[in-house]
Protein backbone atom coordinates (compact mmCIF):
# COMPACT_ATOMS: atom_id res chain seq x y z
CA UNK A 1 0.00 0.00 0.00
CA UNK A 2 0.81 3.73 -0.63
CA UNK A 3 3.05 4.73 2.29
CA UNK A 4 4.13 8.47 2.95
CA UNK A 5 6.07 9.36 5.77
CA UNK A 6 7.80 12.72 7.06
CA UNK A 7 10.39 13.28 9.30
CA UNK A 8 12.66 15.91 10.49
CA UNK A 9 10.16 18.35 12.13
CA UNK A 10 11.14 19.93 15.59
CA UNK A 11 11.71 23.09 17.34
CA UNK A 12 13.71 25.81 15.70
CA UNK A 13 14.96 29.23 16.47
CA UNK A 14 13.61 32.10 14.29
CA UNK A 15 16.01 32.23 11.42
CA UNK A 16 17.40 28.69 11.76
CA UNK A 17 16.70 26.05 9.34
CA UNK A 18 15.26 22.83 9.19
CA UNK A 19 15.07 19.78 6.62
CA UNK A 20 12.31 17.74 6.30
CA UNK A 21 11.92 14.43 4.86
CA UNK A 22 9.31 12.10 3.17
CA UNK A 23 10.05 9.05 2.23
CA UNK A 24 7.50 6.69 -0.15
CA UNK A 25 6.59 3.45 -0.59
CA UNK A 26 3.98 1.36 -2.62
CA UNK A 27 4.06 3.44 -5.36
CA UNK A 28 6.23 4.42 -8.58
CA UNK A 29 7.78 7.70 -6.90
CA UNK A 30 9.09 8.74 -10.54
CA UNK A 31 5.71 8.91 -11.79
CA UNK A 32 4.35 11.03 -9.78
CA UNK A 33 4.66 14.72 -8.39
CA UNK A 34 5.23 15.13 -5.08
CA UNK A 35 4.12 17.89 -2.77
CA UNK A 36 4.47 19.67 0.75
CA UNK A 37 1.69 21.03 2.46
CA UNK A 38 1.62 22.67 5.94
CA UNK A 39 -2.11 23.26 8.26
CA UNK A 40 -1.87 25.63 11.34
CA UNK A 41 -5.12 24.66 13.48
CA UNK A 42 -8.16 26.01 12.85
CA UNK A 43 -7.17 27.07 9.32
CA UNK A 44 -7.41 25.39 5.95
CA UNK A 45 -4.26 23.24 4.27
CA UNK A 46 -1.65 25.55 2.38
CA UNK A 47 0.44 24.07 -0.56
CA UNK A 48 3.97 25.14 0.44
CA UNK A 49 5.48 23.61 -3.27
CA UNK A 50 5.47 20.99 -5.72
CA UNK A 51 8.31 18.86 -7.33
CA UNK A 52 7.58 18.05 -10.87
CA UNK A 53 8.36 14.44 -12.21
CA UNK A 54 9.64 16.08 -15.31
CA UNK A 55 11.73 18.75 -16.19
CA UNK A 56 8.89 21.53 -14.97
CA UNK A 57 10.42 23.53 -12.93
CA UNK A 58 9.60 23.49 -9.26
CA UNK A 59 6.65 25.58 -7.64
CA UNK A 60 6.39 27.58 -4.45
CA UNK A 61 4.23 29.51 -2.28
CA UNK A 62 4.86 33.42 -2.46
CA UNK A 63 5.15 33.25 1.29
CA UNK A 64 8.26 30.78 0.87
CA UNK A 65 10.06 31.63 -2.13
CA UNK A 66 13.68 32.17 -1.54
CA UNK A 67 13.95 30.61 1.49
CA UNK A 68 12.18 26.91 0.70
CA UNK A 69 13.79 24.45 -1.53
CA UNK A 70 11.80 21.71 -2.58
CA UNK A 71 14.24 18.14 -3.75
CA UNK A 72 13.52 14.93 -4.69
CA UNK A 73 16.07 11.96 -4.89
CA UNK A 74 14.53 9.04 -7.31
CA UNK A 75 17.36 6.37 -6.09
CA UNK A 76 15.62 6.55 -2.65
CA UNK A 77 12.02 7.90 -3.53
CA UNK A 78 11.96 10.65 -0.84
CA UNK A 79 11.56 14.35 -1.05
CA UNK A 80 12.96 17.20 1.20
CA UNK A 81 11.91 20.20 1.87
CA UNK A 82 14.63 22.33 2.93
CA UNK A 83 13.65 25.70 4.88
CA UNK A 84 15.85 28.59 5.30
CA UNK A 85 15.18 32.08 7.38
CA UNK A 86 12.61 30.03 9.40
CA UNK A 87 9.84 32.92 10.66
CA UNK A 88 7.18 32.01 13.40
CA UNK A 89 4.73 32.35 10.90
CA UNK A 90 6.03 29.04 9.35
CA UNK A 91 5.07 27.26 12.51
CA UNK A 92 2.72 24.44 11.50
CA UNK A 93 2.28 20.63 10.68
CA UNK A 94 3.89 19.85 7.74
CA UNK A 95 2.66 16.91 4.79
CA UNK A 96 3.32 15.85 1.63
CA UNK A 97 1.79 14.04 -0.71
CA UNK A 98 1.76 12.28 -4.16
CA UNK A 99 0.27 13.73 -7.43
CA UNK A 100 -2.09 10.34 -6.98
CA UNK A 101 -3.76 12.55 -3.26
CA UNK A 102 -1.78 10.44 -1.02
CA UNK A 103 -0.98 12.12 2.30
CA UNK A 104 1.69 11.38 4.52
CA UNK A 105 0.85 11.34 8.60
CA UNK A 106 2.16 15.25 8.67
CA UNK A 107 5.20 16.72 11.28
CA UNK A 108 5.39 19.52 13.38
CA UNK A 109 7.65 22.50 12.63
CA UNK A 110 7.33 24.68 15.45
CA UNK A 111 9.60 28.60 14.86
CA UNK A 112 10.32 30.24 18.81
CA UNK A 113 12.66 31.56 20.78
Known amino acids: QVQLVESGGGLVQPGGSLRLSCAASGFTFTRYAMSWYRQVPGKERELVGT????????RYATSVKGRFTISRDNSKNTVYLHMNSLKPEDTAVYYCRNGAGYWGQGTQVTVSS
Open 51 to 58: IFNTYMPT
